[in-house]
């Protein structure tokens, strides 16, 4: 059974950081990509990162360039965000989502998808 499991959000204050993890098991992180994307109250899904299988090609939403770095540890099937200086605009709930290869800003990429985790970040 293929499972993503998101942990790490929380309620922080604006510059605050935090460190996004997903546990995935199964095939999902043998894919292709994995990604995070957020979905804030009253707008649609958006993407955030995404970080290819071989870890060599990273790319980001231009709101969080230079704030947030996606990793990954195959060994340990894990997906991590770690995202600095918070905005409020930040808030959401993030999720993760594992795909083949495809244009990694796109959710028609990803097949698989976590139940997401809150952040919330205030002001």
């Known amino acids: 059974q293929v499972q993503l499991v998101e942990s790490g959000g929380g309620l922080v204050q604006a510059g605050d950081s935090l460190r996004l993890s997903c546990v995935a098991s199964g095939r999902a992180f043998t894919r292709d990509q994995m990604g995070w994307f957020r979905k804030a109250p009253g707008k649609e899904r958006d993407f955030v990162a995404a970080i290819n299988l071989s870890v060599t090609n990273a790319a980001y939403a231009d709101s969080v360039k230079e704030r947030f770095t996606i990793s990954r540890d195959n060994a340990k099937n894990t997906l991590y965000l770690r995202m600095n200086s918070l905005k409020p605009e930040d808030t959401a709930v993030y999720y993760c989502?594992?795909?083949?290869?495809?244009?990694?800003?796109?959710?028609?990429?990803?097949?698989?998808w976590g139940q997401g985790t809150q952040v919330t970040v205030s002001s």
């Open positions: 989502a594992s795909g083949v290869r495809g244009a990694p800003n796109l959710e028609v990429t990803y097949g698989y």
